[in-house]
């Protein structure tokens, strides 16, 4: 049987990327200001409702898929409009998801 390459999680990481990270997660309705964004258009980004988004800035946990996909946007690994484009392909994806069932092909 062959075996994928286990990731490297202790891969160091720089303590000013750790603070810039936190500062972000921490105050995100205030990142959120910063980039002139409505709830609505900053959360679908990340596949997060505009209610779910509100909760968050007022301190509920940010779930995190979510959390990874703010720090890759926040670092320039990823760009506002890849997220976008990915957040357009989950959408029109035909796929059981939370709350929606899967498309009935057409006969």
């Not at 075996?3 to 303590?15: I, L, Q, S, T």
């Not at 997060?48 to 926040?74: C, D, F, N, V």
């Not at 392909?89 to 929606?100: C, F, Q, S, T």
């Given at each position: ?50 209610s779910a ?8 946990p940010i ?17 506002q409009e ?26």
């Amino acid at each position: 049987m062959d075996f994928y390459e286990a990731p490297d999680f202790d891969v160091k990481v720089h303590p000013k990327r750790v603070s810039r990270i936190e500062r972000v997660l921490n105050d995100i309705g205030a990142q959120r200001d910063k980039a002139n964004y409505t709830q609505v258009d900053f959360w679908r980004r990340f596949g997060i409702t505009q209610s779910a988004g509100s909760r968050m800035e007022q301190g509920k946990p940010i779930p995190i898929p979510a959390q990874i996909l703010i720090a890759l946007e926040e670092l320039g690994y990823v760009s506002q409009e890849q997220l976008i484009e990915a957040m357009r392909l989950v959408e029109e994806a035909d796929g059981p998801r939370r709350g929606k069932p899967r498309r009935e092909e057409a006969c």
